[in-house]
């Protein structure tokens, strides 16, 4: 019998489906994965989402409430000191180049925006610190504008399991966005995510302990 082609619509059929497959069966495995900022507002989770760069999330969160009082809202982070926000932020290391980000960032959204944090992923990327992840994480747990947020985790977990075939983030974005139903574009990242740090671990995986090790073809690093 002769091979199916990788773009035969036969392949993608199979690929979409074993693709549902795994976000079910992680959907009912996390039930309660959810973004682990804390968050009251877009511009608070615009905020943690460019200081979680290079630290965890729970460091974020520690840092989160002295800066929602001292700094509530983009205004008053624009016109923040650098040595006023530096020491808030020090526990987070990076700290000058964060600061920096963060007031350039809510600057522009006062100067841009009108105070308010942007709706649209153009609009979006275009303020400082601001990447295509990062709009990601703000668009689906704020807005009606979802995408697929691609970090280290998801990026690898997609190649791994035969999802994509890329590495590039926006390409596994678009494949990911084309495998799955729209509803289940924010939630699957979160289960990914959630799935790569305890489970499907870079340096151990532990497939005898996976849930999704029937549907999960194992794809090596080239």
């Not at 926000?85 to 100067?111: D, H, Q």
């Not at 729209?182 to 996976?210: L, M, N, S, Y």
Request: charged content about 25%; overall charge positive.
């Amino acid at each position: 019998m002769r091979a199916v082609s990788p773009d035969h619509p036969d392949h993608f059929r199979e690929k979409r489906a074993r693709a549902l497959r795994i976000s079910r069966t992680l959907a009912a495995t996390y039930p309660d994965a959810r973004c682990g900022l804390d968050f009251e507002n877009p511009f608070e989770l615009l905020t943690a989402v460019i200081l979680s760069a290079q630290t965890t999330d729970a460091r974020v969160n520690q840092v989160m409430p002295g800066l929602r009082a001292r700094y509530p809202d983009s205004a008053s982070l624009a016109a923040a000191s650098p040595e006023s926000l530096e020491k808030l932020l020090r526990p987070l290391g990076f700290f000058r180049s964060k600061a920096k980000a963060l007031r350039e960032m809510a600057a522009a959204i006062v100067e841009r925006h009108g105070g308010q944090v942007p709706q649209e992923m153009e609009a979006l990327t275009a303020l400082h610190g601001v990447g295509r992840k990062t709009a990601n994480v703000v668009l689906g747990e704020c807005f009606t504008t979802v995408g697929v947020t691609v970090d280290t985790h998801v990026k690898r977990l997609a190649w791994r399991m035969g999802l994509t075939a890329s590495r590039d983030p926006l390409q596994i974005e678009r494949d990911l966005m084309q495998l799955l139903p729209r509803e289940e574009w924010t939630p699957f990242a979160h289960r990914i995510i959630r799935h790569g740090r305890q489970v499907c671990r870079a340096r151990k995986p532990q497939c005898d302990q996976c849930v999704v090790r029937g549907d999960c073809p194992r794809v090596s690093d080239p």
